[in-house]
């Protein structure tokens, strides 16, 4: 079950904060986050915008589960459980580098609803935000937009934004750290990574958000901070491991960092 905190608006030198865990089976580890360049498939035109992003992957698929584009467009995917039928035709992952191509948060709410109308995907929870506005597209079978307002956001699998279930967990998790926004980016650090490494049994099923189970467990963690003046003020660390017990490294995004 991967997990995304979100502060979404809550600061005006942070409007956007996530900090967010991997779960996956040991044998599917991850690549640590890399600048890339994309072209979005959709513009008619072959020599079009190429849009710098940074963004794990998933070496078996070539997808990824969450991405930041240079202009901080802040793309984010959570599974949902798979139903019995035609098998997809394409990876999750890849709608999400797709999301990331596109470079703005309106293109990116075109491109995916046509493109799950297009092809056949299992289903998924899709965050993009870009600290002036965000949604959610739900799919399982049939999409559901859900347009994000200011505020305390938690994404887990099999779960819609705002379900009752989870709303304990955004009150008990992330007013503590919304507190913390006032504090220093190494404070406010601090207390994202605390809550990552939380292994207590809170969300729904009795899962927690740091997991080590048998044949599968937090396979890795990251914390984007966005700041209101742009990329190079920006922050994103990564663990490409349990945060628990991998130390969280500071990606750089400068200027001279995107290729």
Sequence with gaps: MCVLLVLDRMSDRWPLVVAANRDEVYDRPG??????????????????????????????????????????????????????????????????RDALATGTLEAAR???????????????????????????????????LQDLGPGRHVLI?????????????????LQPILRGLDHSPDELIASLLEALRDDHPRLPGGESICKKGEVKGTMSATIVLVHQDGMEHSRLLHANGSPRTTELLEIPLGPGENP
């Design 157 to 173: 699998n099999d779960h819609d934004v705002g379900e009752e279930s989870l709303q304990g967990l955004e009150a008990d998790l």
């Design 31 to 96: 690549l640590p986050p890399e600048w890339e360049r994309s072209r979005h498939e959709g513009f008619p035109d072959p020599g079009g915008e190429m849009v710098p992003y940074i963004a794990p992957r998933d070496p078996r698929a070539g997808g990824t589960w969450l991405g930041l584009t240079r202009g901080g467009l802040f793309v984010a995917l959570t599974n949902r459980q798979k139903r019995p039928g035609a098998p997809a035709e394409r990876s999750r992952g890849l709608l999400c």
């Design 110 to 144: 075109r491109h995916l609803t046509a493109e799950v109308k297009r092809r056949r995907y299992d289903p998924f929870n899709l965050l993009v935000a870009d600290g002036r506005a965000s949604f959610v597209l739900h799919f399982d079978g049939a999409v559901r």
